[in-house]
């Protein structure tokens, strides 16, 4: 089975936005999930320059499924629905 891919935003909009949390994020997920995910923390998506979407960073991508506002909650939700 294909591990899930996580994206996390390193970018300085996400970071600032609550995304600076990241680290104990990867390590929920990966104690979590262990050999089902893959994770890798990447620069910014751009996503924070458009129209409106400022408020709502930190984004992580599941897979290419954008989440905005990131938490924990949010991308085990996402997860789970892949799995
Ligand atoms: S800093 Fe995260 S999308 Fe731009």
Do not use: H, W
């Amino acid at each position: 089975m294909a591990k899930i891919k996580i994206q996390i935003c390193n970018g300085t909009t996400c970071f600032v936005m609550g995304g600076g949390n990241q680290q104990a994020l990867s390590e929920i997920l990966k104690n979590k999930y262990q050999d089902k995910i893959e994770i890798e923390a990447v620069r910014c998506f751009e996503l924070c320059s458009q129209k409106d979407a400022f408020s709502k960073a930190p984004f992580v991508k599941v897979d290419e499924q954008v989440i905005d506002q990131a938490n924990i909650e949010k991308i085990t939700k996402a997860i789970e629905e892949k799995l």
